[in-house]
């Protein structure tokens, strides 16, 4: 039944159908067969599918540090699929804030030629004489997500109050912040399930705790 | 509140010294036990962590007076806090 479902999303695009009882998304080259599931038959794989993925795969850990796991799907086909099979969804938007940003230099070993980065302030003069400067300080955000539109699939049983783990947070947190000015996101996180949302314990996963 | 994230020495934001917070353990806020809402247990020592997030600088004090050995947590992202260098 979920193999049909997951066939009527790739067979929107045509010439999906390859030889029998498997399906190509034209999307990835992903081949999709009924009795042993997803085989990934090339080295990369569309977003989309790899979030189908997420939900579908017997193999995910559904129990980590002693609680559960909540999937996060991305993207407007794993989502559709999610309600297809019947899954109840937590939908959010996923947009990365501008926030979130870490610094990098790029440097060139004027003998070797080898190209390093370098994230440090302090690792800069180490490198001063040696090396000459590609890319000077620039600060970049690192997160990025491939469509507006994500999801938590909340299992049927949760119950108000359970705390959980979120390995792909959606909603935006700052995780840490380095005093050189890079600021981190979090995207892993201990939460609590309030019975209409996920109260994130930024603390959990935190990074910059001092302790002592 | 301020921390000095390089000594990690805390202060009273009248800048009074409160404690040089050290831990050679390096256990893990998350790997600790919780207790209550602001305290966690740490399983390799078993002494009681205190989270400063909800403190003021009186209960901070107050805390360390009552306990010099007491153990803090503190988050370079909670609001109570100002990062001194």
Same mark, same amino acid.
């Given at each position: ?102 610094? &990098?230099?790029?440097? %060139?070993?004027?003998?070797? =030629? !080898?190209?390093?980065? $370098?994230? *440090? ?30 999801? &938590?699939?909340?299992? %049927?049983?949760?119950?108000? =109050? !359970?705390?959980?783990? $979120?390995? *792909? ?44 | ?85």
């Amino acid at each position: 039944m979920l193999f049909k479902r997951l066939l009527d999303i790739f067979r929107t695009k045509p010439n999906s159908q390859t030889k029998k009882g498997e399906i190509t998304c034209t999307e990835c080259g992903l081949v999709y067969d009924n009795t042993l599931g997803f085989i990934k038959r090339e080295a990369n794989e569309c977003p989309d599918c790899q979030y189908i993925k997420i939900l579908t795969d017997k193999s995910f850990d559904e129990m980590s540090d002693g609680l559960r796991v909540i999937r996060t799907i991305r993207g407007e086909t794993a989502i559709k699929a999610a309600k297809d099979m019947g899954l109840k969804l937590l939908e959010l938007r996923a947009e990365v804030s501008d926030e979130f940003k870490i610094k &990098y230099k790029k440097i %060139k070993h004027r003998i070797t =030629g !080898e190209i390093i980065t $370098i994230g *440090d302030f302090r690792a800069d003069s180490r490198y001063s004489w040696k090396y000459k400067t590609l890319v000077d300080w620039t600060s970049k955000n690192p997160s990025k997500f491939f469509s507006p539109y994500a999801a &938590y699939v909340i299992p %049927k049983d949760l119950k108000k =109050g !359970e705390l959980v783990l $979120i390995n *792909d947070v959606i909603t935006n947190h700052v995780s840490g912040r380095w005093n050189q000015g890079d600021v981190y996101r979090l995207s892993k996180s201990e939460a609590t399930w309030t019975g209409e949302y996920f109260n994130i314990d930024v603390s959990s996963y935190a990074i910059g705790d001092i302790i002592g | 509140m301020k921390i000095n994230p390089s000594t990690k020495e805390i202060f009273t934001d009248a800048g009074a010294f409160v404690k040089r917070l050290h831990c050679p353990i390096h256990v893990k806020w998350k790997a600790m036990k919780k207790m209550g809402v602001d305290t966690r247990i740490c399983f390799e020592c078993n002494k009681t962590i205190h989270d400063t997030a909800s403190l003021n600088d009186t209960d901070l004090v107050r805390l360390i007076n009552n306990d010099p050995q007491a153990c803090l947590r503190v988050n370079l992202n909670q609001e109570n806090i100002k990062i001194i260098h």
